[in-house]
Nanobody, 125 residues
Framework: VQLQASGGGLVQPGGSLMLSCAAS????????VGWFRQAPGKEREGVSC????????YFADSVMGRFIISSNHAKNTVFLQMNSLKPEDTAVYYC???????????????????WGQGTLVTVSS
């Protein structure tokens, strides 16, 4: 399994960015794609995830109502639309996958098996 994350950049507070995660190499459709972020000096935090089979989703409280996750199965790509960005959203964002579904109970880095490279999101004026 290979993952390629893209779309990071510099944005002003209140602005928007869309991250993309292109995935390949799956032998089953029973998997979930998650987005994580890690700010300097902090632990990696689960942000959101989506299940491939039933489109079930999860959002961390810190991004609920501001971030939207979606997927394009034909292109094997998952998107994270980030709106109303705040300086505290600044971090390196990673996409990752796990076999099975997406849920808050499994939204921890240790439960995800394959990782893409990170993409830096900086929210600053």
């Amino acid at each position: 399994v290979q993952l390629q994350a893209s779309g990071g950049g510099l944005v002003q507070p209140g602005g928007s960015l869309m991250l993309s995660c292109a995935a390949s190499g799956f032998t089953s459709d029973d998997y979930a794609v998650g987005w994580f972020r890690q700010a300097p000096g902090k632990e990696r935090e689960g942000v959101s995830c989506i299940s491939r089979r039933d489109y079930s989703t999860y959002f961390a409280d810190s991004v609920m109502g501001r971030f939207i996750i979606s997927s394009n199965h034909a292109k094997n790509t998952v998107f994270l639309q980030m709106n109303s960005l705040k300086p505290e959203d600044t971090a390196v964002y990673y996409c990752a996958t796990r076999w099975g579904s997406c849920s808050g109970a499994t939204m921890a880095a240790r439960n995800y098996n394959y990782w893409g490279q990170g993409t830096l999101v900086t929210v600053s004026s």
